[in-house]
């Protein structure tokens, strides 16, 4: 498919031309608070996406390990409200030239008056030394189905395997990053296994299941409050997780991956969610960015020298007021961000002046497995099942449309009464 060059290119008279690259969290939040708050102006607003659906990525855990069905965490973005209002391509794209104001795709070439870069990160997996074994990663919704299709076949193959050495080593999962991401993965893992795989497998020994959780700094999740973090630390140990500190994987083989160097861990299975590098399109353009890709940012979230080009999210370095060092990215920074760059915009457009971004993180919420989870507002801390319960409607909330919020809602409690989905599916 090519996309019509005279519709992509050509402009009316007085026709402002937004461009929106990514349907994740930045670019469907961008697209729908535009679209939402326009007028009578005149605007051609296009978004491009490499899949046709936005997925809502903080449960992506939860799918890879049988608590929510794929298709209930995605929407087809044609499903967004007032499509009437905007385009909606299915590209890749291959070039931002910022010079030139235009984007070169796999289906045509775009202009546009204004952008926003909401292309996201991509895992970061250089440094790990890999000798015929790549990592599983989470970062979209078919990984998060291989991972769970994985975890399936090894526990099928440990089933009938007959050496013990061999059988330890299917069943001993390494979690390479203990951020948001791996800790939240690793405390559904061992739910999943827990729970349900013991029950469907009962001929294997619970005992020789391993869970081990590297991270490389001196605790996990570096930036959460430190009580906070020693209260997940405390969980994770108490139910058997095997948690390194100041440790790294450094070596990947097919039977096993080296930790520091120097000690062998057999393994059939490495999740690999340690650190992230801007996508690779946002990196190559001419704009300022870090060493990991990300364009510089200023308070509007405009780019430095480009000022008609927003980023937003995972692949923008907007620096913390206090700190200086780069905001940690979430999804709701993502979507705070989204608005006040589709704001910003409009502002623009109507003459009127723009509003700065102002970063704040009140509230820290982390699910700790089914009936555990952390909470905290300002000074006040809630553990247990009560966290657990407000970060599931914490994330329901932010999710675009009420059709998935009912099945997300209806998937999690029907995995608690009966247990998580233990099928393989190809």
Request: hydrophobic share 40%; net charge positive.
């Amino acid at each position: 498919m090519t996309l019509n060059s005279g519709a992509v290119s050509a402009r009316q008279t007085g026709t402002r031309k937004v461009l929106i690259l990514g349907s994740g969290f930045g670019g469907v939040y961008a697209l729908r608070r535009m679209v939402r708050n326009l007028k009578d102006e005149d605007i051609d607003i296009t978004l491009i996406g490499e899949e046709n659906l936005f997925v809502f990525s903080p449960l992506l855990h939860e799918v890879a390990t049988g608590a929510l069905e794929p298709r209930h965490v995605a929407l087809p973005v044609r499903r967004l409200p007032r499509p009437d209002k905007f385009s909606f391509f299915r590209a890749a794209v291959e070039r931002i030239d910022l010079l030139n104001r235009t984007v070169f795709t796999g289906a045509g070439k775009l202009e546009y008056d204004y952008l926003v870069m909401a292309l996201g990160s991509v895992r970061d997996t250089s440094r790990l030394k890999r000798q015929n074994l790549s990592p599983l990663t989470l970062k979209t919704l078919q990984d998060a189905r291989q991972i769970k299709n994985h975890i399936i076949d090894v526990f099928e193959k440990a089933s009938v395997e007959a050496d013990p050495e061999k059988q330890k080593e299917f069943l001993t999962f390494v979690i390479s990053g203990g951020g948001y991401i791996g800790v939240q993965f690793i405390a559904a893992l061992r739910d999943f296994i827990t729970r349900d795989l013991v029950k469907a497998y009962p001929m294997i020994d619970p005992k020789i299941i391993r869970l081990v959780l590297v991270e490389i700094q001196p605790k996990i999740i570096p930036s959460l409050h430190t009580k906070l973090g020693a209260y997940a630390m405390k969980h994770l140990r108490k139910t058997g997780i095997d948690v390194r500190l100041k440790s790294q994987v450094t070596a990947a083989h097919p039977h096993y991956v080296v930790l520091n160097g120097t000690e062998r861990v057999p393994c059939a299975t490495l999740i690999w969610v340690a650190g992230v590098l801007a996508n690779r399109r946002v990196a190559e353009t001419e704009a300022r960015k870090d060493s990991i890709g990300r364009v510089y940012v200023n308070w509007y979230l405009q780019l430095v020298d480009y000022p008609e080009v927003y980023a937003v999210g995972d692949c923008a370095h907007f620096a913390h007021p206090k700190t200086g060092r780069p905001i940690p990215p979430k999804a709701h920074t993502g979507v705070r961000q989204a608005k006040v760059a589709a704001d910003n915009i409009l502002a623009e457009i109507r003459g009127k002046k723009k509003r700065p971004y102002v970063y704040s993180n009140p509230f820290e919420v982390i699910p700790l497995g089914p009936t555990r989870g952390l909470f905290s507002f300002h000074s006040l801390r809630l553990y247990g099942i009560l966290g657990r319960f407000l970060w599931m409607a914490g994330y329901a909330t932010l999710v675009p449309n009420l059709y998935n919020r009912v099945r997300i809602s209806t998937d999690w409690v029907l995995s608690m009464v009966f247990g998580r989905d233990v099928s393989y599916l190809k």
